[in-house]
């Protein structure tokens, strides 16, 4: 039997009424809210929340990390971002049949805070069509490789093995194809004789975490 979905979106930050499931550039309140969604570790999602409180986005872009959500309910990124005063949530994939059905109420979940901008940090979910298009434009996801090279998994391994001399990340739009959408930045990295997936993921991890707020800053500017 398929449980019923698990939407926890966090007791600082009421939903809205049912019906209400509108996208705003900029809230009630006048902030411009970013959601980030992600599965895992969260690191990246740390970034962003430290980068905005030191750059003081709040008082010179008019935005703020609203909340943080979770397809997996073990994700440490959630503590993390508990401890850092943000809303965090989970929905649970496993709760749903389809990807339509975890989708719209994954959709739920991140319109409760009326998003400006919804950030993918290491989540690993494929998004319908349908998700895409509910955000047409807003959705930006970092990507651990040079695109257009290696779309999808194992892309510090593929690199090695394909004897790549730099790999690097992306930041970019989010369109239905997976890891494609206009790229918004990119850092490289050498790779180093003897570098293993793990080494290399973490010399590319560091630019992550220097890209990805920059680029969400850039964006929040216009
Ligand atoms: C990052 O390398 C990201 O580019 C990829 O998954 C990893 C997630 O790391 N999509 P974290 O959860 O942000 O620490």
């Known amino acids: 039997m398929i449980e019923g979905p698990k939407v926890n979106t966090g007791a600082a930050f009421p939903k809205m009424a049912s019906g209400q499931l509108r996208f705003l550039e900029v809230n009630p309140s006048g902030m411009k809210n970013i959601v980030i969604l992600i599965s895992g570790t969260g690191s990246n999602m740390a970034a962003i929340v430290h980068t905005a409180e030191r750059e003081r986005w709040a008082e010179r872009l008019n935005a703020r990390v609203?909340?943080?959500?979770?397809?997996?309910?073990?994700?440490?990124?959630?503590?993390?971002?508990?401890?850092?005063?943000?809303?965090?949530?989970v929905v649970d994939h496993k709760g749903f049949a389809s990807r339509e059905t975890f989708d719209a109420a994954l959709m739920q979940a991140i319109d409760a805070h009326q998003p400006a901008l919804v950030a993918l940090a290491g989540f690993m979910r494929i998004l319908t069509p349908g998700f895409v298009a509910h955000y047409a434009g807003r959705v930006v996801n970092i990507h651990p490789s040079l695109l257009p090279a290696f779309p999808g998994l194992h892309t510090h391994q593929r690199a090695i093995d394909e004897g790549c001399k730099l790999a690097g990340a992306t930041v970019h739009h989010v369109t239905a194809q997976l890891d494609h959408g206009h790229i918004l930045a990119?850092?490289?990295?050498?790779?180093?004789?003897?570098?293993?997936?793990?080494?290399?993921?973490?010399?590319?991890?560091?630019?992550?975490?220097?890209?990805?707020?920059?680029?969400?800053?850039?964006?929040?500017?216009k």
């Open 186 to 221: 990119q850092a490289a990295v050498p790779v180093l004789p003897g570098d293993t997936a793990d080494t290399l993921a973490a010399r590319v991890l560091t630019q992550e975490h220097l890209i990805y707020p920059r680029a969400i800053a850039q964006l929040l500017q």
């Open 66 to 89: 609203a909340a943080v959500i979770s397809n997996r309910p073990d994700a440490a990124g959630l503590r993390t971002a508990a401890q850092a005063g943000i809303a965090a949530a």
